[in-house]
C-alpha cells in the first residue's frame, strides 16, 4: 500500500472553498431567489449525483415539490396532448420516486402527486408537461396529458413522444433511450 499524499487533499479542499466562495447565481433573464451561500444551496438543492434516479431506488426516497422552491405551475397557456402510455406496477413505483438533478446540466426535476407526473425545468423551475395515470389490471396508463404552449412541443405530438420517451426511460427507469421511430 503507497502513502497518502496529504498536500494534495488539502489543496481539493482549498479549492473547493473557493469555487464556492466566488459562487454566482446563472443569469437567465428571470429574477429568482438564488441561494447565496454553500449552506443555502445544499438546503435546497438534493444532489443525487447521477442522471437517473437509481440512488433514490436505494434508498427509497421521493422526489417532491418541495425539494426545488422554484417550481411553478402549469401555465395556463396550454394544450392537451394524446400519449398512450403503459407501464408495469415495478415501473410505475420506481417512477413514483421522481428525480431530482445530480449535475447542473441536468434539464429536469419531476414529482409525482396522486398519480400525476410533473415535469419542470430545472433552471427556471418552469413545469413543461404533466402525465396523469391510472391503474387498469394491474398496469398503469396515460390518461391525460397536458402540455406547456410556452415551452413544451406546441403542437407537435411526435415531439412529445420522444421527448417524454427519454425522460421516463432515462431518468425515471435507468434504460438507455430507444428511439421508437427506428
Known amino acids: 500500500m503507497g502513502k ?21 447565481p446563472p443569469q437567465i433573464g ?26 433514490l431506488v436505494k434508498t427509497g426516497r421521493k422526489t417532491t415539490r418541495n425539494d426545488y422552491p422554484y417550481i411553478k405551475p402549469l401555465p395556463e397557456n396550454r394544450r392537451k396532448a394524446n400519449l398512450h402510455l403503459s407501464y408495469t406496477k415495478e415501473e410505475y413505483e420506481r417512477m413514483r420516486l421522481g428525480f431530482m438533478p445530480g449535475v447542473n446540466d441536468d434539464r429536469w426535476i419531476i414529482f409525482e402527486e396522486n ?38 412541443p406546441r403542437d407537435d405530438d411526435r415531439s412529445l413522444i420522444e421527448l417524454v420517451n427519454v425522460v421516463i426511460n432515462e431518468r425515471l427507469l435507468g434504460r438507455k433511450y430507444v428511439d421508437l421511430y427506428e
Do not use: A
Request: net charge negative; charged share 35%; aromatic share 14%.
Open 115 to 152: 398519480d400525476v407526473f410533473y415535469f419542470h425545468r430545472f433552471v427556471t423551475g418552469n413545469c413543461i408537461f404533466t402525465i396523469r395515470f391510472e391503474e387498469q389490471n394491474g398496469s398503469y396508463h396515460s390518461v391525460e396529458t397536458w402540455v406547456s404552449m410556452e415551452e413544451g
Open 30 to 55: 428571470i429574477e429568482l431567489d438564488w441561494p447565496q451561500t454553500e449552506e443555502e444551496l445544499k438546503s435546497v438543492i438534493w444532489m443525487g449525483g447521477k442522471d437517473d434516479n437509481s440512488d
Open 4 to 24: 497518502v499524499d496529504k498536500s494534495k487533499s488539502k489543496n481539493n479542499k482549498r479549492r473547493k472553498k473557493e469555487v464556492w466562495s466566488g459562487w454566482k
